[in-house]
């Protein structure tokens, strides 16, 4: 019995599906005014960071999340020169965005700033310096009235790094139609948004749902995923365009880009791994349908239960 | 509370990682005389077989396993004859090998026949009538001596699906440089033989040994893996081979050979998923690495920690 | 990790608390017209019943839970004749009421007839034969409705074996205001009602209202309490009456009452274990106080969260 | 799913039993010499000390565990005026000491002294100031070596509060025959020695070698148990005795000594509970019977399986 560690978090994958990971260390349990943070050290996915319960991401394969959800869609783009990140407040986000030389400003927009003080403080290795690029303008605000706020047409591209679009969480409306309407003006011609899209493996309801919605705005849309081990899944990711798509792109468009555009540094991502991405989501999804619905504030607001 | 299951299967996939599954339903439970069998029906999963308390394959995704098990090596031959199969008792795996109108011979051998009887009767779409075929030859008998007992060069392909390699663990001994060397001298010019090969995210070290003491009989080997949600993780393969392996062929070269040969009803192998599995593969084990050790009779007798 | 079991009941003593009992065998599985029944063989408690995920009785302490249910009220009036049992459908409620000789007349009335004949052949030890005395009357009805059909003062001492009074479920209406004063009508002279009352560790606030509730139509009312292994609880039983308490019995009358009236067989209850579960009831109470709420019909209909 | 704690605990009560309980915080996470401290607010027990995971007491009822440890044997000696404490660091064990006007001098042993301070400082009502008694003397020490080094006829009534006996545990001499012949040694005439005992309900079997162990050099021995819901057990105490045991003692006789000796602030305790505590316990092992063996220095040493 005394080789198994003491102390677990119990995530629930779906209603019936649990996942018990074991911790070796807690280095920072508190609160700030917006979430219960825990930053642990795991025996299987080393330091992770927990916001109210849920791993959100770790040591272990933090880059494979945050490299799938950045650079799809900034290869994807002709030249992405204003970027908008809202949530990330880890700093992974940023930390891919700030490998092209041709980016000019990056705003983050994160309502959680005691969040990225920790993180800043507590896993350096997640943001590696990012918040020290001085292209970096921080906001500390609500993402969507921020975004409200903007003029039209003032971002190449938006990554929306929030946590998942559980009913009533705070990062539902974050999802829905209206929000990606607002985002759509916001984009200048070529735009792109990518969302993170909750887990095809345990949520692909939510996944495609999220696909479908931003169809209702965007002209053109795909979705892809990637195996994220300390998240138990496969995880899911929507794009929304205004032209081009990542599905588009072949692996050896990917390669000569990462190269002509300077990106240096990735540990996971890359012409093959982009197509594997695309090849094996659209193998899953053939497989495992689900029915989808369209989110928009009303259904949000009526609690719907995705 | 009344909305989760009661009755759940607890996984430890590895010391300090557990996965606890919902059952609906159990449809049968009992004891061959070699271990004990459940068939129950997950929230999940759907259909699951699960021995000595390891879920074997479910029917969300058996397909998946098995259609990555097989095919690569099957595809890698220029012209596979006669088959060898050892284990896969719920005859999904000679399901795969009979989509293959060249194949003259299929030897499958299984220990336990009565689990053999219990799965056709239970779960009767995995082999879909697989164990009709009149090309199949069905042994029940130890894998190990059975290959023993054979002439050299009677396959031109062996297909391993046997019991992970824990320690003292029946199956162990189909695992070690000992029966690879045994394995070579029964596989003809050209011969592959491949195996199931542990989980690669929670069971890196054995994944890696197994590849490794491969290499130390084969002259070329390759190891590739896939996302099997069942088994909460990404799986792996792993091959020994006289002559071509799987990973230099191309995604067209499969697309090619599976309509040359008349491969029907696959539902997930592909070109573009034979080129995504060994693209993945390489770009976690490249992040994600493990001292290996090479596997002996002789390391498996004295209980090696794997 | 060979030697934890694989299969797990999963019961939530609370909304934290979980426990996990392994299963050795699952003796039988399926569904009556009300429940979903499975008869298991537990590592730690022996065999045991479970309807609808929740365990309801267990080799290794069914006796006890049976013994403290039936003996206190039994012995506490002067002469019962009339036994009324309501639930109790595994036999053993009966099995103790059938040891007093003086007892003429043992109606059970339990709603689902499957369920007792599939105790009766699977787990013959709980009754033990006592649904062959010829004093028992069975009736295969709803409880409440049954009782309120007989005429009034029809029973010396009613016994409420039935499920929990969670919120919505099919038995919460046994535990009602409205369900009591029907039990008081049909009750004679010296009359008590004795109910399973949830768990005094774990659900503390509805043991308290249960005895709160009863104090609304009897006179005199108590509450006690036993420590029931394979519950993970020490579980409560409340008390009406007419007229005598069992409180109020010292551990000496209920030795001379046990001998008196013949009653043999006992393995647990006895003079000296009476005195000591009031004693500690009366201490755990004492240190872990808990608001209280009169149940009725119409918080019950309205869903209110106990 | 938002309404469950997201951390938790998990102690296995047997080798097929788990607890999982959630935790609300975690108020401080370390490590001293000897062993990981974890002090935790929990759901249901309230604030808890957690020592290398398993829970040690928590506020709901560590009164009810150090009452039932120290009062019976203090009682039951004539006139206790030297005591040692063997473990116990959270305080409590020599705040129910200090309840005697009668004692002169407590010695408390205990192995680690950054644990005491942790303690004292996090969890203050536990001690609620026995640490300042002006009669405790404190000792960083091994308890049995310290033991050892004591002239014969020390003391009048030893009180072991160490950690569980299991395999190769540091506290495994603790609970020898070698051990109690150097604590007969040590009692003055009268003396008796209390020993928490494990798990009745899920370790019958180390409860009982202790208290056969303890007969090998006692004239006098008895058992008795409590339930303690945050150990999610009925929790074993044995006594050896030079004279008088608890056991022999009424519950009469034991409210006469509360008063004369003037012992105040009892919240659990009491000359009714006194009685409860050995009839239940008297029924349970009646009912509940286990293999038995004497513990021995060598037997520990070679790892026996407890």
């Not at 050290?41 to 319960?53: E, F, I, M, N, Q």
């Not at 940023?94 to 003080?117: P, Q």
């Not at 990711?237 to 540094?265: N, Q, T």
């Amino acid at each position: 019995m005394s080789s198994r560690p003491s102390t677990y978090i119990m995530e629930w994958l779906s209603k019936s599906l649990a996942v018990l990971y074991g911790l070796e260390e807690i280095l920072y349990s508190g609160r700030t005014r917006y979430q219960k943070v825990d930053i642990v050290r795991t025996k299987d996915y080393g330091l992770a960071l927990v916001l109210d319960g849920l791993l959100q991401s770790a040591e272990i394969d933090e880059f494979i999340y945050h490299e799938s959800l950045v650079h799809p869609v900034m290869l994807t783009h002709p030249n992405p020169r204003e970027v908008l990140v809202i949530g990330g407040g880890e700093g992974a986000t940023i930390r891919e965005v700030e490998r092209y030389g041709g980016v000019e400003s990056i705003t983050m927009v994160d309502l959680d700033g005691e969040l990225i003080d920790i993180v800043r403080e507590k896993l350096p290795s997640w943001s590696q310096g990012a918040f020290e690029d001085r292209r970096l303008k921080l906001v500390i605000s609500e993402g969507r009235s921020f975004l409200e706020s903007q003029p039209d047409e003032s971002y190449d591209v938006i990554i929306m790094d929030a946590t998942d679009p559980v009913e009533w969480g705070p990062a539902a409306k974050l999802y829905t139609k209206e929000f990606y309407s607002t985002a759509y003006r916001k984009l200048k011609r070529d735009g792109l948004l990518v969302t993170q899209a909750s887990s095809l493996s345990h949520s692909l309801r939510t996944y495609l749902s999220i696909i479908r919605t931003l169809g209702e705005v965007f002209p053109k849309t795909c979705g892809y995923s990637v195996y994220v081990k300390s998240f138990a899944s496969i995880w899911g990711f929507a794009v929304g365009s205004k032209a081009g798509l990542p599905s588009e792109l072949s692996g050896g468009e990917v390669e000569e880009r990462i190269r002509d555009r300077g990106v240096r540094g990735l540990k996971f991502y890359s012409g093959r791994i982009h197509e594997a991405l695309f090849s094996l989501t659209e193998a899953l999804t053939r497989n495992w349908g689900a029915e989808t619905l369209i989110l928009t504030d009303e259904k949000i607001e009526s609690g719907i239960q995705l």
